[in-house]
């Protein structure tokens, strides 16, 4: 069965960095666009970043445009979501998604 693992997580200050990586198994990893998503206490679910199946096209939500990028490693089936500037704006539980269908569980990142 398809599996989704997010890692990276944690609590860092205002103004560092983070780096999520996702693991897929189960699926032929290639043939997915990826996408990490996120949702903050109270708030609705958002998507941050896409990217397609080469990693030839991303798009980002404004919100963390500048800031945030995402890569991902055909060969190692995994998707990496590098965050920066990081702000109290940004708590929320991350989600990595595989072509809207597949989700992980969630790796949780809190910044204060």
């Known amino acids: 069965h398809v599996q989704l693992v997010e890692s990276g997580g944690g609590s860092v200050q205002a103004g560092g960095s983070l780096r999520l990586s996702c693991e897929a198994s189960g699926l032929t990893f290639d043939d997915y666009a990826m996408a990490w998503f996120r949702q903050a206490p109270g708030k609705e679910r958002e998507g941050v970043l896409c990217?397609?199946?080469?990693?030839?096209?991303?798009r980002s939500a404004d919100s963390v445009k500048g800031r945030f990028t995402i890569s991902r490693d055909n060969a190692k089936n995994s998707v990496i979501l590098q965050m920066n500037s990081l702000n109290s704006e940004d708590t929320a539980l991350y989600y990595c998604v595989g072509s809207l269908y597949y989700w992980g569980q969630g790796t949780q990142v809190t910044v204060s």
């Open positions: 990217i397609n199946w080469s990693g030839g096209y991303t």
